[in-house]
């Protein structure tokens, strides 16, 4: 008996076997990416917005984007540095817009609703200061500042992450710092 | 030492950048010792109150729902893909023949060199050489298509000159000259004879029937007259 093999009209069956290949190989490699970015995409979400819950939301969407043109992120650095801009740039019209929401629902709302006990004891002061003062940076600081913080990256990683030169990421990472501590103070 | 205005010099070495004047002060002075401390603090705090909080990890389940939500999305397309190969090289040939196409209908005309007739006292009748011709041998044979549009190629057997604007009018009546076979223009173009002309043989000077007389004054001395009439 004969074997038959269905082909879509005008492929031929090497072609369409070397597209899956691809296809596959695509697959793979995001695969390694997302489990090594994932947590990094959260991280500089969460350094912006104000919970968790709307961290994951904006790191699930900069990685669903990274994935739609990975064809062009392939390479690991390139991913990395793509990613960590998106997602910061998601980050940041999140919170433009939730910000905006609020002063909505603060015009029609009677009362605020009262903090709960847990997020009293998980926020201090400080904190709460801190990133008040974080939001009231210039972005390009913020970004230096906030990818400092994550894994203790270092000024050459930050560098070849944001594709800028190594005195420029030190520059910045100074002039965050100081001008933190004179709003903290 | 005005401990005051140095305040901000006190941030900068907090913040990291050590200046040795600084720190001498700071060494000297209680006062701004006690507050290089408080600034020490105040960026070990932010230090520590980012880390902790860029330490923060995703619940469990996070992955698994980028994953959940990457499997509605088709799959990546590499750019290697065959088609889309094949589809980038026939869009890429169309543009280089749009832009070929472009380029020729933007190149000037060629100008068209007019032989101008030469007018001779000769009233016989010159070989007819009709000037077009003489420029097909300059550069080529000149069409006239349709639409008026001259349309110059260089399908010919004869060879083609490179001529300056300025030259062409010059060549093209030469060529003129060249066709009607004036023997001079012929004889210019025509190369140089290679073999050697036999030299003619002169029969040697006889000199004996020369005779030598003395000089007579006066078969030269009115000459000398008229002369002195002309000064005069």
């Known amino acids: ?185 | 030492m005005k401990c005051k205005n140095d305040r901000d010099a006190l941030l900068e070495t907090a913040a990291g950048n050590v200046k040795g004047k600084i720190l001498a002060q700071v060494e000297e002075c209680s006062p701004c010792r006690a507050s290089r401390q408080q600034e020490h603090v105040l960026f070990d705090t932010i230090d520590q109150t980012l880390r902790a909080r860029m330490a923060e990890m995703p619940r469990d389940g996070f992955l698994a729902d980028v994953r959940a939500r990457i499997s509605l999305e088709p799959e990546p397309r590499s750019l290697m893909n065959p088609v889309w190969i094949l589809a980038t090289a026939s869009v890429m040939v169309a543009m280089l023949a749009t832009v070929a196409t472009w380029k020729t209908r933007l190149r000037p005309e060629p100008p068209v060199v007019s032989v101008p007739t030469l007018s001779t006292a000769d009233a016989s009748p010159q070989p007819k050489v009709a000037p077009p011709k003489a420029i097909e041998t300059l550069h080529g044979s000149v069409h006239r298509q349709g639409n008026g549009q001259t349309v110059a190629t260089s399908a010919t057997a004869e060879p083609e000159v490179l001529v300056p604007p300025d030259e062409r009018e010059a060549l093209a009546r030469f060529i003129t000259h060249l066709r009607a076979q004036d023997e001079v223009v012929v004889a210019f173009a025509s190369p140089a004879p290679t073999e050697k002309s036999e030299p003619t043989e002169i029969p040697p000077l006889e000199i004996s029937r020369l005779q030598f007389k003395p000089l007579v004054w006066e078969r030269w001395r009115p000459a000398e007259d008229h002369h002195g009439q002309e000064e005069r």
């Open chain 1, 1 to 185: 008996m004969q074997e038959v093999a269905l082909i879509r009209p005008g492929r031929t069956a090497e072609t369409e076997l070397a597209s899956e290949r691809e296809e596959s190989s695509l697959r793979r490699e995001f695969e390694e990416r997302l489990l090594e970015c994932g947590t990094l995409a959260f991280r500089v979400a969460r350094g912006v917005v104000h919970n968790a819950a709307d961290a994951e939301d904006v790191a699930q969407e900069a990685l669903l984007r990274a994935y739609r043109r990975f064809d062009r992120l392939r390479d690991r650095t390139r991913f990395r540095a793509w990613l960590v801009r998106t997602t910061f740039r998601l980050a940041l019209d999140q919170t433009r817009s939730s910000r905006r929401r609020e002063q909505r629902e603060t015009v029609w709302a009677v009362e605020a609703p009262l903090p709960t006990a847990e997020d009293l004891a998980a926020s201090s002061e400080f904190g709460r200061r801190l990133m008040e003062a974080m939001e009231s940076l210039p972005e390009k600081l913020r970004l230096v500042l906030l990818l400092a913080s994550i894994d203790g990256h270092s000024s050459d990683e930050i560098a070849e992450l944001l594709q800028v030169p190594v005195g420029t990421v030190k520059s910045r990472l100074h002039s965050a710092r100081k001008q933190l501590a004179e709003k903290l103070r």
